[in-house]
C-alpha cells in the first residue's frame, strides 16, 4: 500500500463548483498534514496545514480523520485560477520530519 | 517575503559529468531539504540536513549524491555521476521549526 494515496483526477469542474479531494495514507503514527498546491512545472506551494479540529481558509477547507486515515481538501465556490495539482504532504515521523506527498490530484476550473 | 532561492533555473549535462545545484534557503531558517520530482511523478524526499550534517536519507540519496552547506547562506546538492534517471525537477526546501517547509521554484536538471 503506498504510503500516501490520492485520487489523480483529473477533476473537471464549471466556475462556481464545489470539489472535493481526499487523500489517505497509511501510516498511524504521522503527525502532520498539509495541502500544497502545485503549477505545471513548478514548485509545491503551501495551501493550508490541516489539523485535527479542521480549518478553513476563505473558501478552501481541510478536515483530519485520523481514525480513518484520511485528509481532505473542501474548494468552495471554484475559480479559474484554482486549476493546479493539489498535493497531499504528510509528516510521518522521523528526526528530519520530511514530507511523504501524494501523486497529486488535477483540478481543472472550466468556464 | 523572505522565499528560497535556486540556481541555475535549467541545468543540461551529460551522462557521467558532475552537477552541483545551489539553494540559499530562508536566511533564519535551521532545516533544509532536497526533493526532486521526475516528470510526471510525485515529489519525493531525498535527504534532509540540520546543524551541519545529514539527520536523514531516502534510498534514492545514494553515494552519487552528497550535500553541503559550505556557508552561512548556500545549501548544496552535487550528483558525482550523473545518470539519465538523475533527469528531474529538484527541490530545495527549507524550515523555522515545526513542520512548514518552504520551497525554492527547483533546478530542471536533463542528463543527456
Same mark, same amino acid.
Given at each position: ?31 502532520? $498534514?498539509?495541502?500544497?498546491?502545485? !503549477?505545471? @512545472? ?33 474548494? @468552495? !465556490? ?6 493546479? /495539482? ?13 514530507? /511523504? $506527498? ?10 | ?6 540556481? &541555475?533555473?535549467?541545468?543540461? /549535462? ?7 545545484? @545551489? ?8 532545516? $533544509?531539504?532536497?526533493? @526532486? ?21 531516502? =534510498? ?9 552547506? &559550505? !556557508?552561512?547562506?548556500? $545549501? ?8 539519465? =534517471? !538523475? ?17 525554492? &521554484? ?7
Amino acid at each position: 500500500r503506498k504510503e500516501v494515496e490520492q485520487d489523480p483526477g483529473p477533476f473537471n469542474v464549471p466556475e462556481g463548483a464545489t470539489v472535493a479531494f481526499n487523500c489517505t495514507y497509511s501510516n498511524s503514527a504521522s503527525q502532520s $498534514f498539509f495541502w500544497y498546491r502545485q !503549477d505545471c @512545472r513548478k514548485e509545491p506551494k503551501l495551501l493550508m496545514s490541516v489539523y485535527s479540529s479542521g480549518n478553513e481558509d476563505g473558501r478552501f477547507t481541510a478536515q483530519l480523520n485520523r481514525a480513518s486515515q484520511y485528509i481532505s481538501l473542501l474548494i @468552495r !465556490d471554484s475559480k479559474l485560477s484554482d486549476s493546479a /495539482t493539489y498535493l497531499c504532504a504528510v509528516n510521518i515521523g522521523g528526526s528530519a520530519r520530511q514530507l /511523504t $506527498f501524494g501523486s497529486g490530484t488535477q483540478l481543472t476550473v472550466l468556464p | 517575503e523572505p522565499e528560497v532561492t535556486q540556481t &541555475p533555473s535549467h541545468q543540461v /549535462t551529460q551522462m557521467g559529468q558532475e552537477v552541483i545545484l @545551489r539553494c540559499v534557503p530562508i536566511s533564519n531558517h535551521l532545516y $533544509f531539504y532536497w526533493y @526532486r520530482q521526475i516528470l510526471g511523478q510525485k515529489v519525493e524526499f531525498l535527504v534532509s540536513f540540520y546543524n551541519n550534517e545529514i539527520s536523514e536519507k531516502s =534510498e534514492i540519496f545514494d553515494d552519487q549524491f552528497s550535500v553541503e552547506r &559550505p !556557508d552561512g547562506s548556500n $545549501f548544496t546538492l552535487k550528483i558525482r555521476s550523473t545518470k539519465l =534517471e !538523475d533527469s528531474a525537477m529538484y527541490f530545495c526546501a527549507s524550515k523555522l521549526a515545526g513542520d512548514t517547509q518552504y520551497f525554492g &521554484p527547483g533546478t530542471r536538471l536533463t542528463v543527456l
